[in-house]
T-cell receptor, first 118, second 119 residues
Framework: GAVVSQHPSRVICKSGTSVKIECRSL??????MFWYRQFPKQSLMLMAT?????????EQGVEKDKFLINHASLTLSTLTVTSAHPEDSSFYIC??????????????FGPGTRLTVL | AQKITQTQPGMFVQEKEAVTLDCTYD???????LFWYKQPSSGEMIFLIY??????QNATEGRYSLNFQKARKSANLVISASQLGDSAMYFC????????????????FGPGTSLSVIP
């Protein structure tokens, strides 16, 4: 099956620093990637939709200046949490939708990145 | 308003028995897709099954089947012959907005159901 990787899998940082998370589709091209965050015992909340070569579309309530998304190629999207604070601690999951194939484009998920801000 | 409802926060099932996880959804789109994902304690999201709104037959994938009742807007997941490894969170998800509403073409998730399989 299609593989999506995320790096790093776990990161601990000090408050005020910025953290970059990479999401890569390893064996397919993805025009569209999605970034979700998940708090403990809760569901996945969509943060933004990332389209290759264009600006990301953010969901209501998500600060675009705080969560910078760059989808520079058909296999890579990055999420940068700027000036991270403890409330940004969460599990961040990306998913990628293959460019070609099944019309409805099943999304493939990365393994997630656990961010802890001290 | 919540678009996807999973009314069972937690479920228990005896090993080898079948279990049904409920999911209802709300959409005004005619064309949409419904998914079920499994999330074990490791956190990875595992795709289980997909049902398109125009699919006339219920989707099946091995031990997983989707009981799709379009008029009731429900898409329940049935797991047959439960195994201990089935213990996990299960999320129902919906994709809508394909085509015309491209800015809304995204997958959103329900609150999830925690399934515990008892030996």
């Amino acid at each position: 099956g299609a593989v999506v990787s995320q790096h790093p899998s776990r990161v601990i940082c000090k408050s005020g620093t910025s953290v970059k998370i990479e999401c890569r589709s390893l064996d397919f091209q993805a025009t569209t990637m999605f970034w979700y965050r998940q708090f403990p015992k809760q569901s996945l909340m969509l943060m933004a939709t990332s389209n290759e070569g264009s600006k990301a579309t953010y969901e209501q309530g998500v600060e675009k200046d705080k969560f910078l998304i760059n989808h520079a190629s058909l296999t890579l999207s990055t999420l940068t949490v700027t000036s991270a604070h403890p409330e940004d601690s969460s599990f961040y999951i990306c998913s990628a939708r293959p460019t070609s194939g099944r019309a409805w484009g099943t999304q493939y998920f990365g393994p997630g990145t656990r961010l802890t801000v001290l | 308003a919540q678009k996807i409802t999973q009314t069972q926060p937690g479920m228990f099932v005896q090993e080898k028995e079948a279990v049904t996880l409920d999911c209802t959804y709300d959409t005004s789109d005619q064309s949409y897709g419904l998914f079920w994902y499994k999330q074990p304690s490791s956190g990875e999201m595992i795709f289980l099954i997909y049902q398109g709104s125009y699919d006339e037959q219920n989707a099946t994938e091995g031990r997983y089947s989707l009981n799709f009742q379009k008029a009731r807007k429900s898409a329940n997941l049935v797991i047959s012959a439960s195994q201990l490894g089935d213990s996990a969170m299960y999320f129902c998800a919906m994709r809508e907005g394909v085509g015309v509403k491209t800015s809304y073409d995204k997958v959103i998730f329900g609150p999830g159901t925690s399934l515990s399989v008892i030996p």
